[in-house]
T-cell receptor
Framework: RKEVEQDPGPFNVPEGATVAFNCTYS??????FFWYRQDCRKEPKLLMS???SGNEDGRFTAQLNRASQYISLLIRDSKLSDSATYLC????????????FGAGTILRVKS | SAVISQKPSRDICQRGTSLTIQCQVD?????MFWYRQQPGQSLTLIAT?????????ESGFVIDKFPISRPNLTFSTLTVSNMSPEDSSIYLC???????????FGPGTRLTVT
């Protein structure tokens, strides 16, 4: 079983749609959780951290369910510029500073 | 955030040769990381490079194949040795960011082995 598993993509949505990505992780000792964004042929960049209480950044909402070992990312009012691959990432003390990346979910927003 | 550059940005190499990739950071950092991203897949950590000590390799990666140097706090190199087509990949270096678990990545080196 992979350490971090994500929804298979790609997600093809119209502009203005709301889209949700899911992610599960296998290591219950995982402590930190993130969503990274990777544009085509570019390096990954941190989109947002995910906190236990859930957190929102503009159109983006991230949630964490530790009991189910589940992370989600909700994007409201999708823009063409949201088209990218979204990577679910976890970290734990036993990993040191190592990040474990999911395979990513491709989002394509179309006009 | 740190500004990271990598050289070369891309290369096409013949089987059996070696390529050294350079990673330069605009500030001093303790830890640097080297990742591989194979076509259509996510990032896999190759090793962690600490200044003044041997790199720490992840399972499946060995020093003979991927020797790493870390001569100072702003620079590191990764060599891909005795290349085969299976080594065709994007290689990225990264450094720790401000927040827990946050990392900043270089633009990557796209390697094709023929």
């Amino acid at each position: 079983r992979k350490e971090v598993e994500q929804d298979p993509g790609p997600f093809n949505v119209p502009e203005g749609a709301t889209v949700a990505f899911n992610c599960t992780y296998s290591n219950s000792a995982s402590q930190s959780f993130f969503w990274y964004r990777q544009d085509c042929r570019k390096e990954p960049k941190l989109l947002m951290s995910v906190y236990s209480s859930g957190n929102e950044d503009g159109r983006f909402t991230a949630q964490l369910n530790r009991a189910s070992q589940y992370i989600s990312l909700l994007i409201r009012d999708s823009k063409l510029s949201d088209s990218a691959t979204y990577l679910c990432v976890v970290n734990s003390m036993e990993y040191g500073n190592k990040l474990v990346f999911g395979a990513g979910t491709i989002l394509r927003v179309k006009s | 955030s740190a500004v990271i550059s990598q050289k070369p940005s891309r290369d096409i190499c013949q089987r059996g040769t070696s390529l050294t990739i350079q990673c330069q950071v605009d500030s001093q950092v303790t830890m640097m990381f080297w990742y591989r991203q194979q076509p259509g897949q996510s990032l896999t950590l190759i090793a962690t490079a600490n200044q003044g000590s041997e790199a720490t390799y992840e399972s499946g990666f060995v020093i003979d194949k991927f020797p790493i140097s870390r001569p100072n706090l702003t620079f590191s190199t990764l060599t891909v040795s005795n290349m085969s087509p299976e080594d065709s990949s994007i290689y990225l270096c990264s450094v720790l960011g401000q927040g827990a678990g946050e990392q900043y990545f270089g633009p990557g080196t796209r390697l094709t082995v023929t």
